[in-house]
């Protein structure tokens, strides 16, 4: 036998197709082989990104548009369903009961979800899970059921009680319920990174209990606590189950938006301000992004995002 | 002497709220699903009856039916994207991960209603997918099962859930380690294998905690049946509305809603109990 003329005969025939095919096709056929992936990662992402905002960016752009009806062509510029949407008074008390509700509960939710995050995280005690396991419920069950059961509850004589009155303060009550939990995860999954040997140290200082939350472990919440903030204010603003069952006869925002749309066909008015608002949120969000400042390396921001919450 | 921090100064406010307004609501809720309708009838002390309305009427159990297969549908949709989504997010995306994962959380804070509006402004019979479809000549007149249909529900709840099935999904395959994809090829194993056997098996857990987000609430929905589903898209969520707003029938609303949190609760045990099982096994 005569020794191949190639030094590694076997590695070239490894290497595939691509490899033995004459040099000239080489580099093209590789390059297209590299395209693919590219391609379909840029197709799938552009997929999620139209399926998700692009009804929305729709919407905001018939919102401008000169007739009663969402068809094309586009009939021309105009603000009038902005100066109507803002005329309409249902409309203004919807949406200033939302905001009323979610400026009042915001800061309950966050002193309520810190300390039962500081307590879950930092402490040993019996039913530890049990809390931990309502804390999680209350995040899992659905806004429906709980809406429901607490209009049963509300409207039920209880002994001591009685009966309460559906109103703005149940809305709000109702809310504090199913997003304090929420500021628990949040700020939960902060502290449970932080470090301990700082708080250890500064009790070992001489720092009360009291000034070692106050001085070393708040510090460190900030960033968890405003983006808390914005969230929770965003959850109670967009609630619409719970606000809808235990009520009454007040409405909030997405209320008002159900049975407009419930009753009438189309709204160019809904247009107008449900653009503004999505305009809003937008802003909001993006500010409690830059706040946590997520990285590659540690996209949950400090439980931003629930990633392990269940 | 130092004031001691205890457990239960911190826990007290929170969890006697939830105490108060979360659990003894279901249990009264509860209490009522066994208790005569007072609408219909003045017999007093309790009863199976609503259990067995809710159970064997037959439109109660088509309604369930087209519910299971309306939350099922949307959240096969989902993993269809979610999977391949995050695993671009995880893998390939780069410099775009954190914009995406930006976009997926901002989607979820914007205002459900308004999602669901807009969605039922695009798919009417003179919303925008009719006109271009019939500009470019696909369809001579407008559909009409676009809108308030059950392909309008799954449609619009695939996209409204999107984030609480991509992000677990990503989570879980950011913890992968990309060797594995690469040893998976030295090996001979085609995209396929590596897809079902590497990437599939790790990403579970994320699947798992996807399905106790997404599936559970998904059986409830209410807003999204009621604004575009018109009668073939009614689900168990507007069942509850009707028997308790509209009706009054309060004893069978408060049942099928008993019902509704003991399913959920039964799908959120199994979940949880077949993500750990996968964690353990590998």
């Known amino acids: 036998m005569t020794v191949p003329a190639e030094p590694y005969p076997t590695a070239t025939a490894a290497i595939g197709r691509e490899a033995a095919a004459p040099r000239s096709v080489a580099p093209r056929s590789e390059r ?17 990104l139209v399926l998700l905002y692009g009804p929305l960016l729709l919407l ?16 021309g510029f105009t603000t009038r369903w902005y100066t109507q949407a803002f005329d309409d008074p249902s409309m203004r008390e919807g949406l200033w009961n939302s905001i009323i509700v979610a400026t009042i509960i915001t800061p309950i939710c966050l002193v ?46 209880l002994p001591l009680w009685g009966r309460t009155d559906l109103s703005l303060r149940t809305i709000g009550l109702m809310h504090v ?29 001489g720092a009360t209990q009291m000034q070692m939350l106050r001085r070393v472990v708040l510090p460190h919440l900030v960033p968890a606590l405003i983006a808390s903030a914005i969230f929770a204010y965003m959850w109670s603003f967009n609630n619409f189950e719970i606000s809808y069952f235990v009520g009454g006869d007040d409405y909030t925002f997405p209320v008002w938006a159900f049975s407009t749309l419930r009753h009438s066909q189309n709204l160019p008015v809904v247009n107008a301000i449900s653009t503004v608002i999505s305009a809003v949120q937008v802003v909001l969000v993006v500010i409690a992004w830059r706040v946590l400042r997520p990285s590659a390396d540690d996209p949950d921001a400090g439980g931003l995002i629930p990633m392990g919450m269940p | 002497m130092r004031r001691r921090l205890t457990p239960l100064g911190f826990l007290f406010s929170p969890v006697g709220l939830l105490v108060l307004f979360f659990v003894a609501p279901m249990a009264i809720m509860l209490q009522v699903s066994f208790e005569h309708n007072s609408a219909y009838s003045f017999e007093t002390g309790y009863t199976l009856a609503n259990y067995r309305e809710i159970l064997t009427d037959p439109l109660y159990r088509h309604v369930a039916r087209d519910t299971l297969v309306i939350a099922t549908a949307a959240m096969a949709i989902q993993f269809l ?93 950011k913890a992968i380690d990309a060797g594995l994809f690469e040893a998976a090829l030295d090996l001979g194993a085609g995209w396929f294998t590596t897809f079902r056997r590497v990437l599939l098996p790790l990403a579970a857990p994320g699947v798992f905690v996807a399905v106790i987000l997404v599936y559970i609430p998904l059986f409830s929905e209410f807003a999204t049946p009621a604004l575009v589903g018109g009668r073939s898209g009614y689900m168990l969520g507007s069942l509850a509305n009707s028997l308790i707003l ?21 799908v959120s045990v199994l979940a949880f109990y077949l993500s750990k099982l996968n964690t353990i096994d590998r």
């Open chain 1, 32 to 48: 297209v082989r590299r395209l693919v992936p590219v391609v379909l990662s840029v197709a799938i992402a552009l997929f999620m």
């Open chain 1, 60 to 75: 905001a752009v018939f919102s401008f548009n000169n007739s009663d009806i969402l068809t094309l062509p586009l009939r």
């Open chain 1, 112 to 157: 309520l979800g810190t300390l039962t995050a500081y307590a879950l995280t930092r402490m040993r005690f019996i039913m530890r899970g049990g809390v931990a396991l309502l804390i999680g419920a209350t995040l899992v069950v659905p806004w429906l059921v709980i809406g429901i059961s607490a209009l049963l509850f509300f409207n039920d004589n």
């Open chain 1, 177 to 205: 319920v199913c997003t304090f939990p929420l500021v628990a995860a949040i700020v939960g999954a902060r502290l449970a990174r932080f470090d301990r040997t700082q708080e250890e140290a500064a009790v070992d200082l």
């Open chain 2, 81 to 173: 994207i979610a999977v391949p989504l995050a695993y671009v997010m995880a893998f390939k995306a780069r410099r775009f991960e954190l914009p995406l994962l930006l976009a997926l959380v901002l989607a979820d804070e914007l205002n459900p209603i308004v999602r669901i509006y807009a969605w039922r402004e695009l798919l009417g019979r003179q919303g925008l997918v009719n006109d271009a479809l019939q500009w470019l000549g696909i369809i001579d007149k407008p559909l009409d099962w676009l809108l308030f249909s059950k392909f309008a529900v799954i449609t619009v709840l695939s996209t409204s859930w999107l984030t609480y099935t991509v992000i677990p999904i990503y989570a879980a395959m």
């Open chain 2, 246 to 266: 509209e009706e009054g029938n309060w004893g069978a609303g408060a049942a099928l809603n008993f019902l509704l949190l003991v399913a959920s609760g039964l």
